[in-house]
């Protein structure tokens, strides 16, 4: 079961907020808004991203990883890398 399970209907909420901002996004350009603004919205959505990337990466080391380093052996060293991959994709993002 995945980590976020517990909190599943918060992330779904979250992720329609973002889906909503990126269609606001699309009806700014297709209204001709001013390029600041659309740049403003662009930085809030990408900022919504990024908490959501986070808190669901929280999630993830919280339950996954934490189970799998319990347990130990090379499932324990497979999550701990795909975890620290997956930081490391967020960081360069």
Do not use: N
Not at 5 to 15: A, I, N, V
Not at 36 to 49: E, G, H, N, R
């Amino acid at each position: 079961m995945p980590g976020y399970t517990d909190s599943k209907q918060e992330h779904l909420q979250r992720l329609r907020r973002i889906e909503g901002q990126a269609r606001g996004l699309r009806r700014m350009v297709e209204d001709d808004k001013y390029c600041i603004d659309v740049l403003t919205q662009v930085s809030a959505t990408t900022s919504a991203l990024r908490s959501f990337a986070l808190s669901l990466l929280e999630e993830h080391l919280a339950h996954c990883v934490a189970e799998a380093t319990r347990k130990g052996g090379a499932e324990a060293e497979a999550k701990l890398k795909e975890a620290s991959d997956a930081i490391a994709r967020l960081v360069r993002s």
